[in-house]
């Protein structure tokens, strides 16, 4: 456990059988962390692979566990939804990815995750919603405003639309 509560934000993917394994896996955060502050939920296509669209969003939530605390419950997490990482060869398709983003104002290396994840400027499955976050949030540290401007350049980039009936 760290020494206080720590802000992070979760990037979600699933490809297959989405329908069943967000809601798994946003149970399963409600039920370890309590609130979570959550995007709209978005689909877009495989990047790198052929492969089913993806459901993507963001979630953020305040927990005390430190970083492997927290990578080992990610992990169990996307085993409880069906996730086998011993079968996974390189990118493919999922039935669940949670991938941290921020972890309070962590930057560099740690444990051999580099944070913030270099995705959340790259790709927009993963900006989008997170700017989403940020801008419906009441309070934010400095270090999130700083990666609130940074996605802000971004934001006339944005074109993926929200899914208004998901999941149906």
């Given at each position: 456990m760290?020494?206080?509560?720590?802000?992070?934000?979760?990037?979600?993917?699933?490809?297959?059988?989405?329908?069943?394994h967000v809601p798994r896996a946003l149970h399963a955060?409600?039920?370890?962390?309590?609130?979570i502050s959550r995007s709209s939920?978005?689909?877009?296509?495989?990047?790198?692979?052929?492969?089913?669209?993806?459901?993507?969003?963001?979630v953020s939530?305040?927990?005390?566990?430190?970083?492997?605390?927290?990578?080992?419950?990610?992990?169990?997490?996307?085993v409880s939804?069906?996730?086998?990482?011993?079968r996974e060869k390189g990118k493919g398709s999922r039935t669940l990815?949670?991938?941290?983003?921020?972890?309070g104002a962590m930057e560099g290396e740690v444990h051999g995750c580099v944070l913030p994840r270099p995705e959340i400027y790259e790709r927009q499955f993963v900006w989008q919603p997170l700017l989403e976050i940020f801008e419906a949030s009441q309070r934010l540290s400095a270090f999130e405003i700083r990666i609130q401007s940074q996605l802000g350049l971004l934001a006339n980039e944005a074109s993926l639309s929200p899914l208004?009936?998901?999941?149906k």
């Open positions: 760290s020494s206080g509560p720590v802000r992070v934000y979760l990037g979600i993917g699933s490809n297959i059988d989405p329908e069943t955060l409600e039920a370890e962390f309590g609130l939920f978005y689909q877009n296509r495989s990047m790198g692979f052929d492969g089913p669209d993806f459901i993507n969003l963001v939530f305040s927990t005390t566990f430190d970083f492997l605390d927290l990578d080992e419950c990610l992990k169990n997490i996307e939804c069906g996730r086998d990482r011993s990815d949670l991938d941290l983003l921020l972890f208004t009936n998901w999941p």
